[in-house]
């Protein structure tokens, strides 16, 4: 029987608490992003935090930066499981 990882993990509500900690908007976040060279809107960061918008890796190392955020808080409470 092989294993199957379980991947519908999403980092959103962490990376919105980070947001919220950093008294940033959606707004301002986007507004950032944009500047950084990133096409970002609000809508896409309310998505991101919902978990209905896969983020890129790039996207996220910028978050991380702007956040000032360790991998382990952008990945806090998270566990995956492996269906068998």
Do not use: C, P, W
Not at 26 to 50: D, K, N, P, T, Y
């Amino acid at each position: 029987m092989s294993s199957v990882i379980n991947q519908d993990i999403s980092i959103g509500s962490n990376l919105k608490a980070l947001r919220l900690r950093n008294k940033l908007s959606q707004e301002a976040v986007a507004a950032r992003l944009q500047v950084m060279g990133f096409i970002m809107s609000r809508e896409i960061i309310s998505q991101i935090e919902l978990g209905h918008h896969n983020i890129r890796v790039s996207v996220l190392l910028a978050l991380k930066e702007l956040y000032h955020a360790t991998f382990d808080e952008i990945f806090a409470d998270l566990s995956f499981r492996i269906n068998e």
